[in-house]
C-alpha cells in the first residue's frame, strides 16, 4: 500500500509476482505427493516381501542310532537297483521282464502322470521368467479395371505384447515349489510300480521254476520206485 499523509491507499499485487507464487505453491504441493506415492510405494514392497507366504520345506531329519551292532552293508546304486533281475543271470527272466514292463497299463498311466507333471513343473517355472508374444500378419490387396490399369496393396503388421510379474509375496516360487513336489511324487509312483511289476514276475518265474523242479523230482521218484517194484517181483 502507499501513504499520502494521513490517507493511505492500497493497490493490488502485480500479476506477475501472484502468478509466481501460485506456480511455487503447485510445484511443493505436487513435489510433496510424489513423495509421498514414493515411500508409500517402498513401504508397500518392503512389507510385502517381509511377509511373504513362501515357507520353504525342510526335510524332517530322522532319528537313527549313533551305531550300530553289526556292519551296515552298503546301498548298491539306483542304476544297478532299476535292473536287479539281471544277477540272476537268466536270459528268460530278463525277457519276460521286459515284455511285462513294456506292455502293462499301470506302467503307461504311472509314466503318463510324470509326463504331465513334469510338463506342469516346466510352465510353472516359466512364469518367474518375463514373457513375450509377438503377432505379425502381412495383408494384400488389389484392384484392376477393363482397361488394365489398377494395383495392388500389401499391408504388414506386428505386434509385440512383454510382460513380467514380480513375485513380491512369493505366490510364485511356492507354485513352483509344489509343481516339483509333485513331479518327484509321481516318478516315485512309476518307480514303486515298476519294482512290484518286476517283482511279481520274478516270484511268479521262481515258483514255476520250483513246481517244474518239483515235478522232475516227483517223476524221478516214480521211477525208482518202480525199478524197485520190478526188482521185488
Known sequence: YTSHGSLRTYSP?????????????????????????????????????????????????????TAWSADVPQPADAE??????????????????????ASNLDVRTATSRVREARATMRSARTQLRPSADATG????????SENGIGGTTTLYSLGIDASWELDVFGGIRSTVDAAVATANAREADLQ??????????????????????????????????????????
Open 13 to 65: 499485487a502485480p500479476r506477475a509476482l501472484t502468478s509466481t507464487l501460485i506456480r511455487h505453491a503447485n510445484t511443493s504441493v505436487f513435489r510433496n505427493r510424489d513423495l509421498c506415492v514414493l515411500l508409500a510405494v517402498l513401504v508397500t514392497i518392503g512389507t510385502g516381501a517381509g511377509c511373504s507366504v513362501r515357507r520353504p520345506y525342510q526335510a524332517p531329519e530322522p532319528k537313527a542310532p
Open 137 to 144: 500378419s502381412v495383408r494384400g490387396s488389389g484392384a484392376g
Open 80 to 101: 544297478s537297483l532299476s535292473r536287479w533281475w539281471e544277477t540272476f543271470g537268466d536270459e528268460q527272466l530278463t525277457e519276460l521282464v521286459r515284455r511285462a514292463v
Open 192 to 233: 514303486d510300480v515298476l519294482i512290484s511289476l518286476t517283482a511279481d514276475v520274478a516270484l511268479n518265474y521262481i515258483d514255476i521254476r520250483s513246481l517244474r523242479r518239483r515235478i522232475e523230482l516227483a517223476q524221478s521218484n516214480v521211477n525208482l520206485q518202480q525199478e524197485t517194484l520190478e526188482l521185488t517181483q
